[in-house]
């Protein structure tokens, strides 16, 4: 039967127009190509989570094989016209057909027909493989999954037997045995997972150039071609998807020796070898929640807690996800420098964001296509690359977008789930998503437990409302009595049996393995707060003038909310204080830049050493990049009001170290000053800015209420009174003084009005719930098959957002010389040396060795800053794949440039500016 045609040039456009591949073959090259995956890609864990023992392999074998099943049809094979001929000579059919129905759907269907007519399945065990089938060009039939054609769509007797043919050839071939089967329903994470491995065996069995796609009308037999397609399989995988290692976890017997080798740190401290206990003592995958104050180590504490898992519950890959592309870019400079380098068997990595194609130590990495023996260093793979396949990196870095993607309805869904599912998953900054990330990110969670796929949390703090939302969403408990109190604090809750979530469905069962417990802390301080309300004008003299002036030395950190109260702050500091080094850091320099602000900062402001080049008397101005990532100590530090636990975060940059007698001047005490807002007339102060930019005003109010109560001590013990505070201001207790209480009511009611509409829009894109009583993916995707996501988070937020609003665009930042060319506008340093600007040309694409130097100039700027035709890139750049993407601003000589109605300029020192 090898009349039928699966692939031809006609219809596929990576083939010569008179190639073909009789539908049999490919049929057989995915189910080889399955088995190649199956025992170098797929997790132990995966592998158990298909089926009983010794049928996992030959199941996942047989669903690849009968994927296309429904090219065994009229209505597919009339689409070439060619081949068409032959085939009504050999399989007859004369009635007009359906035009337009997909394959894949018709697979479904097919498959149904088999299992349950023919074979006497229940309609259950055979709907769970048909829509597995069934959405293998990326969306899963709803309804009954199979919505039955007509007829004269899929043929006669002719093609019933034709059918029945390839389908008992698939199931022979792959060692199937049916019988043990029929009563075999894997959980609804497997289905998932599984139905995009089968997209991933039939893209990888699709490749022309390694599968024989010839012109000749006389193909081998079948029983040759079954060898011929094993031994391409087996000897081309490696070179066909660029895959040399999966991560091969060696978590070791104790803390001391995972964190020597892994990170050179000698002794783990209270909160690392606490996780490293939970992680080590689990019976079963979960969720684990670190929480701990800046400083202690949280980073190193999950890369342990990952491997320690990975390595116990059988997982072979890793992903980390963190809020934005830099911070991503600075995880995974970190990752190579140190963690993956120190793995013995190098593993293929990714970085995994819309311009992580602009990251030259990514982008550098040798291919995974390698000689047999593997390869001794880290490698990267093209193949796995793009908005759909990104995921599938054994070890990937990148944005929480990329994670996000596997909660929303997506096309192709299946591949994100595909690659999670092999992985540990580690998310940065859970506590900095708002409302409506925050429900994507439970659904994602959702799943991830329905994975059993072990996830690491990690907060600074976790307000107890939040933190329970995110133990309920994995583990799909109804009501989590968490016990345990003190910080830093460690959460775990084990992953759900489908025993416990059946009974949870009837309202009975118990809850999963749940504990929280505190450890101790290697720093601990008082911090004194002092309350200023904001001058008028926004001056700060009448704060600092005096007590700096006064002080034979004197560091200072001055946090706005806003970049532009942070550009108008800095401007004002240098008139007022000429004597005093000042210094800006806030989000809108370009990435260059912001790599060389962040470079000074630890340079001068980092943990003592002899190095160090501490300025005498300084004030460095920032926005929120200076509350985390960066260990830097200052001898005062000035805030903005801001929600609890971030002014607890920036209180963290205040006496960070100890340091010499006299080296903070007369600074000695740690001390906060909030301000940012105005004195109120007989009630609540007056807050900066419009609600809830940048934060809701409700835990705004709240937080000073907290702060200034009258049983509220004049310090702060970080991390003794943490809990208690985030607790106060999180909570529903009244507080605050009974002439603030009116207007705090009417902040509180509009911060409901608000989550309420941004939990609305996100539900609106979320994929389905998994359902224990109705396994099966049938309406998984409410939406149809429309959607489609773009590995460029910017792209995607015009597609089906993970971010509330496209509020932002990254773009390429020049300066014009000529017609024909422009230069970078941030410093170029070499070697320690200051260097010219680079020279990139306008009329032809740059050359490969100027992309780092773009990637570079990249900045994000505000929509409401730009013109509504957003930058593109140059005419003469759009041909080259790596640049048309890329937005690119020119600015004039003096580095300015009219966007939005407004001139703005752009500077090292001050960064992108409005000019005044």
Avoid at 595 to 600: A, L
Avoid at 772 to 801: C, K, T, W, Y
Wanted: hydrophobic letters at 35%; one cysteine or more.
């Amino acid at each position: 039967m090898t009349v039928l045609w699966g692939k031809t040039g006609e219809v596929d456009r990576d083939m010569p127009d008179d190639a073909w591949h009789p539908l049999l073959f490919h049929m057989i090259d995915s189910a080889n190509v399955a088995g190649q995956i199956w025992d170098r890609y797929l997790s132990t864990a995966m592998r158990t989570a298909l089926g009983p023992p010794g049928i996992g392999r030959a199941l996942y074998m047989w669903l690849a094989g009968l994927h296309d099943l429904g090219k065994a049809s009229p209505v597919h094979q009339k689409l070439s016209p060619h081949h068409y001929q032959r085939v009504h000579a050999v399989v007859p059919h004369t009635a007009e057909c359906e035009e337009g129905f997909p394959h894949a759907r018709l697979s479904a269907y097919m498959t149904m027909e088999i299992l349950e007519q023919e074979e006497g399945w229940p309609f259950e065990v055979a709907l769970w493989i048909a829509d597995v089938l069934g959405g293998h060009h990326g969306t899963f039939p709803s309804g009954s999954g199979t919505h039955d054609p007509e007829r004269r769509t899929v043929g006669g007797e002719a093609y019933r037997q034709a059918r029945r043919f390839l389908f008992d050839s698939i199931t022979e071939y792959c060692g199937v045995d049916l019988d043990r089967l029929r009563d075999h329903i894997p959980n609804m994470g497997a289905q998932l997972s599984f139905a995009g491995a089968v997209v991933m065996a039939d893209w990888l069995a699709s490749n022309s150039g390694y599968f024989g796609y010839d012109s000749s009308e006389t193909k081998p037999e079948e029983s040759l071609y079954r060898k011929i397609s094993e031994q391409t399989a087996r000897d081309r995988f490696q070179e066909i998807t660029e895959l040399n290692r999966v991560w091969f976890p060696e978590p070791g017997d104790s803390a001391h020796d995972l964190y020597r080798r892994r990170f050179g740190i000698e002794e783990p401290h209270g909160t690392q070898t606490l996780v490293d206990e939970i992680a080590r003592a689990a019976a079963n995958p979960g969720l684990m929640v670190i929480e701990a104050p800046t400083g202690e180590g949280k980073t190193e504490a999950a890369l342990a807690a990952a491997e320690i898992l990975a390595g116990r519950f059988g997982f072979n890959g890793l992903f980390f996800a963190l809020p934005t592309q830099a911070t991503s870019n600075s995880i995974f400079d970190r990752l190579l420098k140190k963690w993956e380098e120190s793995q013995p068997l190098k593993p293929t990595v990714s970085l995994v964001h819309g311009k992580a194609r602009l990251k030259k130590e990514f982008t550098e990495l040798p291919s995974g296509a390698v000689a047999d023996g593997g390869c001794d260093s880290l490698t990267a793979s093209s193949w796995m690359r793009g908005s759909k396949k990104a995921l599938l990196n054994p070890v990937a870095v990148g944005t929480i977008d990329q994670l996000l993607f596997a909660g929303v309805a997506a096309r192709y869904l299946q591949l994100r789930h595909l690659g999670l599912a092999n992985k540990v998953v580690v998310i940065d900054e859970v506590h900095a998503y708002d409302t409506y990330m925050s429900e994507i990110l439970h659904r994602t969670l959702h799943w991830l437990g329905w994975h059993g796929v072990p996830v690491v949390l990690l907060s600074a703090t976790l307000p107890p409302k939040q933190r329970r939302e995110l133990l309920n969403a994995y583990s799909g408990a109804p009501n989590l009595t968490l016990e345990g109190s003190g910080y830093p604090r460690v959460t775990w809750v084990e992953a759900p049996t489908m025993d416990q979530r059946l009974a949870w469905k009837e309202g009975d069962g118990t809850e999963p393995a749940l504990l929280s417990r505190s450890a101790e802390t290697r720093r601990g301080s008082n911090i004194r707060l002092e309350f200023s309300p904001e001058a008028e004008d926004g001056d700060l003299e009448g704060i600092l003038g005096e007590r700096l002036r006064g002080s034979p030395k004197a560091n200072v950190l001055v946090l706005r909310n806003t970049v532009q109260r942070a550009q108008d702050t800095y401007d004002k500091l240098r008139a007022q204080f000429p004597d005093f080094e000042i210094r800006l850091a806030h989000a809108r320099f370009t990435a260059r830049d912001r790599e060389r602000i962040d470079r000074e900062l630890m340079d001068r402001y980092g943990p003592p050493e002899e190095k160090r080049k501490r300025p005498t008397h300084s004030i460095v101005v920032a926005t929120q990049v200076a509350e985390q990532s960066l260990d830097v100590d200052f001898d005062l530090v000035v805030s903005d009001l801001a929600p609890i636990d971030l002014l607890l975060q920036r209180a963290g940059r205040c006496h960070r170290h100890e340091r010499e007698e006299g080296e903070r001047g007369t600074l000695t005490t740690p001390t906060l000053i909030i301000t940012g807002y105005h004195r109120g007339d007989d009630g609540p102060p007056r807050l900066l800015g419009r609600t809830r930019r940048p934060y809701d005003h409700h835990l705004l109010y709240r937080t000073l209420a907290a702060l200034t109560h009258p049983e509220q001590r004049p310090s702060v013990n970080v991390p003794e009174d943490v809990p208690h505070l985030i607790e106060l201001v999180y909570g529903d207790t009244e507080i605050g003084p009974r002439s603030w209480q009116e207007v705090m009511t009417d902040a509180r009611k509009d911060c409901e009005r608000h989550r309420s509409r941004l939990e609305a829009h996100a539900h609106s894109v979320l994929i389905a719930e998994g359902d224990p009583e109705q396994p099966a993916l049938s309406g998984i995707h409410p939406f149809g098959n429309d959607h489609r996501v773009s590995e460029d988070e910017e792209e995607a937020a015009h597609m089906l957002p993970v971010r509330h609003g496209a509020d932002s665009v990254e773009v390429i930042l020049l300066r014009r010389t000529s017609d024909a060319q422009a230069v970078t506008v941030s410093r170029v340093v070499k070697e320690g040396e200051e260097e010219s600007p680079v020279t990139i040309p306008l009329d032809r694409t740059p050359p490969k060795k100027l992309i780092s130097h773009l990637g570079d100039q990249a900045i994000r700027l505000p929509l409401w800053q730009l013109d509504k035709t957003l930058p593109v890139c140059p005419k003469a750049w759009e041909r080259a794949p790596w640049a048309k993407r890329l937005r690119v601003l020119l600015l004039d000589a003096t580095s300015s440039g009219r966007q939005g109605g407004k001139t703005y300029t752009y500077s090292p020192e001050t960064g992108w500016k409005p000019q005044q």
